[in-house]
């Protein structure tokens, strides 16, 4: 019989640019490699995203970024999808390992709510999007995503379709809330003690008794 889990390892589904980096002592960047760099370039703002600064922090001639890609816009394409993998598709399939709904949505909620140094990167995008029509366009399809999984774990703890779509509304309205919140004052919930309070009332607040 399968084990399952009852809690996800608390960890970022993205690597660092420090993982990163050794893979050019070894085998060479793969264009996954340039793409995961390119997320963390998002992280410091949509802009921030160039082909010079990306060979530089990965310690690298940009000539290797041209057997992958054919410009900015290529690896920006690149780096989106990698992003609606990583922090959607992988999240889910993760969440699915756990064996009981309640849970799935208590770690959701949990993991998702604690913005840690890889959230740079959701509220990087969320911010792109109003001025580029190609990342509103990725950030709609997982937004949608996302709020059909909620659908699916609210309506797995019985409520009825219409309540459970309101709920996900509500439960993915907050999070954007956070993620602008971040941009517009990001000093309001610095401290850890402040996120921890915060996630723990987020999970009283949506998670039906």
């Known amino acids: 019989m399968r084990r399952t889990t009852s809690r996800l390892p608390e960890r970022s589904p993205f690597r660092s640019l420090k993982d ?67 922090a959607t598709t992988e999240f889910i399939q993760r969440l699915e390992a756990l064996p009981d709904p309640r849970q799935r949505l208590h770690q959701l909620l949990a993991l998702t709510f604690d913005l840690g140094p890889h959230g740079r990167i959701e509220v990087a995008i969320v911010a792109g999007a109003a001025a580029d029509p190609r990342i509103q366009a990725v950030l709609a399809r997982v937004s949608q995503r996302r709020i059909d999984y909620l659908v699916k774990l609210y309506r797995a703890l019985g409520l009825p379709a219409r309540e459970a779509r309101n709920w996900s509304l509500q439960a993915y309205s907050t999070y954007v809330g956070l993620l602008h919140l971040v941009i517009a004052s990001p000093e309001t919930l610095s401290s850890s003690r402040a996120r921890a309070d915060y996630i723990q009332h987020v999970a009283r607040t949506l998670i039906p008794a």
């Not at 922090?57 to 992958?68: A, D, P």
């Open 20 to 86: 990163i980096r050794k893979r050019h002592r070894g085998p060479g960047l793969s264009a996954e490699d340039w793409a995961d760099a390119a997320l963390w370039s998002l992280a410091e703002g949509v802009d921030a995203l160039s082909v010079e600064r990306l060979a530089r922090g990965l310690g690298v001639t940009k000539g290797g970024f041209y057997w992958h890609f054919k410009d900015r816009a290529d690896v920006l394409q690149a780096a989106l999808a990698r992003w609606e993998q990583l």
